[in-house]
Nanobody, 127 residues
């Protein structure tokens, strides 16, 4: 019912941390998986992290060991904890959800395959 919307972005120095939140409403219970994407200097939205109904997670290689995706079913909120931020992490971050499990099983986290999304939040990392 309530649209997806990412919040929690901001400006930090290299090495800093941020936690992004996404008000997911019923998507946490109805969606097969949810994911975080980001748009940097290009037009494409890179798949950053994914979490499915069973709690299985996947990350793009560049953020492994630094980012953690999680969800709180009580608060109906998706999170992305970002540590050791780098300049190349700068971009607009979006959360998205998809209703079909086959999308969640794909080797790549592909934005065009996700059917629900909302406004992004800007993350700026200075050197």
């Amino acid at each position: 019912q309530v649209p997806l919307g990412a919040t929690g972005g901001g400006s930090v120095q290299s090495g800093g941390s941020l936690t992004l939140s996404c008000a997911a409403s019923k998507h946490l219970s109805s969606s097969a998986c949810m994911a975080w994407f980001r748009r940097g200097s290009g037009n494409e939205r890179e798949g950053v992290a994914l979490i499915d109904k069973e709690g299985h997670t996947r990350y793009t290689e560049s953020v492994k060991g630094r980012f953690t995706i999680s969800q709180d079913n009580t608060k109906k909120t998706l999170y992305l904890q970002m540590n050791s931020l780098k300049f190349e992490d700068t971009g607009m971050y979006y959360c998205a959800a998809v209703d079909f499990s086959w999308v969640c099983a794909e080797s790549e986290i592909t934005y065009s395959h996700f059917g629900h999304w909302g406004p992004g939040t800007q993350v700026t990392v200075s050197s």
